[in-house]
């Protein structure tokens, strides 16, 4: 009795050991008093666990460094976990039978949806980049009150085969695409009462086929069509008045605009960081310097750094032999090339010499210390 009574205290004492090394972490902790509280307010991500699970333990330090990423006060995700030994109300309510179990919630939805791959960063980053997305499609009234055309493969011939048609080539993902989304909301809201003229998008994410067609090589990209044919690139700035000037010019008409509270916001040039992929990764890193920035689009981390990634490239930008680069880990065509990589976090930089990777960044990601790091490279190779 006395062995069997040592045995459970230790056992408790493990489990409570294991509970107070974790509860200090960047992810979240819920409950049965909170969990549904929680849920409603945010899109969360959440792994339901056993303290003794060998699996949860393995996956703990991705769990958390994930959570590290995501747990940010201006982010619409939050990552979070749930102890089912402690709390098996919540557990048994989403018919939990196996540790660790992920689960996707997008706001208000108690239901979830299950992850199901490997459980590495750049999967589940996808996972949820995908669940993100389809969340933003759920909205057609938004894109009915502002006449955007949303094309695809089964319609872009047919929308774009009469008339004239301004058309974004964009990835959910691509920052300078966030940020212009309002701009060309705002264009097509302008245009809706103008019969001649469309206003669309596509996600090359979602088809690929329709973008290489037309030579599509970076986001956001924007093409003018007349009678199903390319006529123009726009290069131009990306504000409001702009866009409005190049369609009135394309156009041949005036559009008149009414549109108060937006801002007139200027944009970054798109040419100064290139977007690489698995396919064209390579041969864009054969000659001279690469620095490249592996990011996720929902990294905190990765979102900071990328204002002054972009001045990097701009500074950089004419100086020959040298290539300021980026590439999204979390699009499906990317996940197996950055574990080739080795990435095991985000944002993570390197830098390859003439296709050899050379060195690994660990410093710090201030504007000066970035170009001193690349220069240095330089002036090593000219010795």
């Known amino acids: 009795m006395k062995v069997a009574s040592v045995v459970t205290l230790l056992y408790f004492f493990v489990l409570k050991v294991f509970a107070d090394n974790t509860e200090d972490t960047p992810s979240f902790k819920y409950t049965a008093q909170n969990f549904n509280d929680e849920v409603s307010k945010k899109h969360h991500f959440i792994m339901f666990y056993a303290p003794w699970c060998g699996h949860c333990k393995s996956f703990s330090p991705t769990w958390e ?21 402690s709390d098996a109300k919540v557990c048994s309510e989403q018919d ?18 299950r992850f199901r791959g490997t459980r590495d960063l750049p999967t589940i980053t996808n996972f949820i980049n995908e669940q993100l997305r389809q969340g933003d499609e759920d909205h057609p009234d938004i894109r009915k009150e502002f006449s955007l055309k949303e ?25 300078h695409c966030q940020r212009l989304a309002p701009t060309w909301l705002a ?17 090359c994410t979602e088809y690929r086929d329709v973008c290489t067609t037309f030579d599509v090589k970076g986001y956001p990209t924007m093409l003018w069509f007349e009678n199903g044919q390319k006529v123009d690139k726009y290069s131009g700035e990306r504000s409001l008045e702009d866009l409005k000037n190049y369609v009135n010019k394309m156009a041949g008409s005036k559009i008149k605009l009414n549109l108060p509270g937006l801002d007139d916001v200027k944009f970054l040039d798109d040419d100064a960081v290139l977007d690489l ?24 981390h990765c979102k900071r750094l990328a204002p002054t990634w972009e ?18 880990c979390t699009s499906p065509e990317n996940r197996e090339f950055c574990n080739q990589q080795e990435i095991e976090g985000f944002p993570s930089l390197f830098l390859y010499k003439d296709g050899q990777k ?8 201030e504007l000066e210390d970035l170009y001193d790091f690349v220069t240095d490279h330089m002036v090593h190779d000219e010795l």
């Not at 939990?96 to 949806?113: R, S």
């Not at 011939?157 to 990835?171: N, Q, R, T, W």
């Not at 264009?187 to 996600?203: C, G, S």
């Open 311 to 328: 001045q990097l490239g701009r500074k950089l930008q004419n100086t020959q032999g040298i290539k300021i680069a980026k590439v999204d």
């Open 277 to 300: 992929s698995s396919e064209n990764f390579n041969e864009e890193i054969q000659d001279g310097i690469t620095f490249v920035d592996f990011f996720s689009p929902w990294c905190g």
């Open 187 to 203: 264009l097509a809201k302008a245009m809706e009462f103008n019969e001649e003229i469309t206003i669309a998008k596509i996600d």
């Open 151 to 175: 094309l695809t493969d089964d319609n872009f011939d047919s929308v774009i085969e009469s008339g004239k048609a301004f058309v974004k080539f964009y990835a959910p993902w691509c920052g």
């Open 65 to 85: 460094q994930l959570a590290e990423m995501l747990n940010e006060d201006d982010s619409n995700i939050r990552i979070a976990k749930v102890d089912c030994t």
């Open 358 to 365: 050379v060195s690994q960044y660990n410093g710090n990601r």
């Open 96 to 113: 939990i039978t196996g540790y660790p179990t992920l689960k996707f919630f997008k706001v208000g939805d108690n239901e979830g949806v």
